[in-house]
């Protein structure tokens, strides 16, 4: 069959499918068999299998590449030889659907989960675990940064009073079994972290002027700041806390200035507009 009998879908099917896995993908449905050399030009100097061959490894590479730059702490976590050939297995177990290579690794994480050595053991490995929440904070991370809000960058002011006080647009928490978000920052300074150990762990991210800020947050903070983004005030976040986790209600007024201090300069809020009723 030649190419010029083909539709543009399935000439793009055919092409995917000869690129990723060596054969026709099942849904490109061309009914007969197809030779490389009906769709592809020989030269002078290659023939068509030559030139697929030097698109396909090129392909291949920028897609190698592309996942290693989007998942660049998980590689080193991994090291780069097994990071490759758990990236050539995750490509070949979900190719790139998208007209974009941004959501090249969505499905990592899951891919992850589902591949783990130890998944028909009764005694599960620990790494994995560390190595699946990573996935999952790296890619959120891209997306956090590409996501469409509306921000000005421009921080409050300390003394912002408290019923004026909401998240900011860009503001997303994160709750881990292992030190995710340290570990992330040390290997973003340039440091060689060490595999941690189990040890629960808060983040909350967010985003000003299209530059991420991670910072590493307490339980209680946590809890806090996830009542808020629930749609409570401040102080119906307060009464959650001491409802919920029983906190004292003095011991939680004394460390509110310094919360909301932080919490402010760290970019966490933005201000409302009181509304008055004439």
Known sequence: MESNNFSLTQLQNWMQGMLVHHVPLDNSNIKEPVEVENVVNSSKRL?????LDIYRYSYIARLRACMQS?????????????????????????????????????KLPVFLAETRPDAGDGQKE?????????????????????EDANENGVLIPNDTPNELLKL??????????????????????GKKPELPFPEESYCAVTRHNYKLGLFTIRGAQYYFLKSMQQGNSVNDAKNDMIKTFNFDRAELDKVWPEWKRSFIEAGFFSAGRLTTLI
């Open 47 to 51: 023939s068509a299998v030559k030139h």
């Open 168 to 189: 900011a647009p860009v503001f997303h928490l994160f709750h881990h079994q292992y030190p995710i978000c340290s570990y992330y920052l040390e290997f973003s300074q």
């Open 126 to 146: 620990t790494w994995p675990d560390f190595m699946i929440e990573l996935a999952d904070f790296e890619y959120s991370l891209s997306v956090i940064f590409d």
């Open 70 to 106: 989007q998942f660049s702490t998980l590689a080193y976590a991994l090291g780069n030889e097994l990071f490759e050939l758990f990236a050539d297995q995750y490509l070949d177990t979900y190719p790139s659907q998208s007209y974009t290579l941004n959501t090249l690794g969505e």
